[in-house]
């Protein structure tokens, strides 16, 4: 006959007497082997332990951080790169003088361009000549954008022959900083120069380059000049504003001067076309200014201003927040008649 074995009963260890089911889940998850992961990481820390032995406090906090992470459950190594590698895999060399020197400079110069600091862009870019560093096309980049800034465009033209004596060639965005700057002090005569060289050096047309040419003639009155300007981008594809199979003028990411030309090009388009074709012509349709409040629907407005007073039209106009001003067809056939009237009375003016 088999003896039971006693049970003793009582009170559950405490908290302080280190036994206890919640002691031995910590001893287990301690002696549990760390992944391969996470010895690489104590080893990596061992080492930068040793060199804050050394005297570097630096390290040994680096090397407490390193032992956490390794600790963590679910960590690589690939996690946090201690040593900087380059494509091959093998250690990247540290930067050379020269190549701190320049990147100096060019940190300095984009510092100039955000303040419109044009003088000290070209202090920078002479000391660079003078200590014979090499002035990258990102050093005369930002040495343009401070002069567009500031509204130079003396200095901005200026830095275009620089850069062909020290055998950078100007690009576009050399050429549209000075645009830029023409624009803020109004010398269209120049701007148009700009593009006339451009040209001639066989650079290809760009949107952002005809946009701010456009706006420096509209603001200096050149209407005409503008319209002629856009028929030339829009023959060359660079204005795609008609959307929808003609339906939408999308005018959200054109800015507000250029959008004045570009609607009453389309206006005056539209409505020969409607006089010409009759039914066949496309009819009305929406011009689209972007989401806005009342208060900052600025293009709506101008949008609204080109309408109402220069060509008398009865437009439709949602709210701002809808961005969206519809134009009928009937409205533009009325254009497009007295468009006609006018242009036969002074053509029998002229042959009388």
Same mark, same amino acid.
């Given at each position: 006959m088999r003896r039971? !074995?006693?049970?003793?009963?009582g009170p559950p260890p405490s908290a302080g007497s280190g036994v206890g089911p919640s002691d +031995?889940?910590?001893?287990?998850?301690?002696?549990? =082997?760390? =992944?391969?992961?996470?010895?690489?990481?104590?080893?990596?820390a061992a080492s930068l332990a040793a060199v804050g032995a050394a005297g570097g406090l630096a390290a040994s906090a680096l090397a407490a951080e390193a032992m956490a992470m390794g600790r963590r459950r679910g960590w690589s190594p690939t996690a946090v790169r201690f040593i900087s590698r380059?494509?091959?895999?093998?250690?990247?060399? =540290? =930067?050379?003088?020269?190549? /701190?020197?320049?990147?100096?400079?060019?940190? $300095?110069?984009?510092?100039?361009?955000?303040?419109? $600091? @044009?003088a000290r862009a070209l202090e920078l870019l002479g000391w660079m000549a003078? $200590?014979?560093?090499?002035?990258?096309?990102?050093? @005369?980049?930002?040495?343009? +954008?401070?002069?567009?800034?500031?509204?130079? @465009?003396?200095?901005?033209?200026?830095?275009?022959?620089?850069?062909?004596?020290?055998?950078?060639p100007a690009d576009h965005g050399a050429f549209s900083a000075a645009i830029e700057a023409c624009e803020e002090q109004g010398a269209h005569e120049h701007a148009t120069k700009l593009m006339l060289d451009m040209g001639? !050096?066989?650079?290809?047309?760009?949107? $952002?380059?005809?946009s701010k040419y456009l706006r420096v003639l509209v603001q200096n009155g050149r209407v005409e000049d503008a319209r002629a300007l856009y028929a030339e981008a829009n023959t060359l594809g660079l204005f795609s504003v008609w959307v929808n199979r003609g339906r939408f003028l999308d005018l959200q990411e054109v800015p507000i001067e250029v959008a004045?030309?570009?609607?009453?090009?389309?206006?005056?388009? !539209?409505?020969?076309?409607?006089v010409r074709q009759g039914k066949a012509g496309k009819g009305g349709f929406y011009v689209l200014t972007g989401q806005a409040n009342k208060a900052t629907a600025f293009k709506? /407005?101008?949008?609204i201003r080109v309408m109402r007073e220069e060509f008398g039209l009865k437009i439709r106009v949602d709210p701002a927040r809808f961005g969206r001003v519809q134009v009928r067809g009937t409205e533009l056939r009325r254009i497009g008649e007295e468009r006609l009237r006018a242009q036969a009375v002074s053509s029998n003016v002229y042959m009388r």
């Open positions: 039971a !074995r006693s049970l003793s009963v +031995g889940a910590a001893r287990a998850e301690r002696r549990r =082997p760390l =992944p391969r992961a996470g010895r690489l990481a104590l080893r990596v380059g494509p091959q895999g093998r250690p990247k060399p =540290p =930067p050379s003088l020269e190549e /701190q020197t320049v990147r100096g400079y060019e940190r $300095d110069l984009a510092d100039c361009e955000e303040r419109g $600091d @044009w003078t $200590d014979r560093v090499q002035r990258a096309r990102r050093a @005369w980049a930002s040495a343009a +954008g401070a002069c567009a800034r500031a509204g130079r @465009w003396v200095e901005a033209t200026r830095l275009l022959e620089d850069m062909d004596e020290a055998r950078v001639r !050096r066989g650079l290809p047309a760009q949107l $952002d380059t005809y004045e030309v570009v609607l009453r090009f389309a206006v005056e388009e !539209r409505a020969d076309t409607m709506q /407005q101008a949008v």
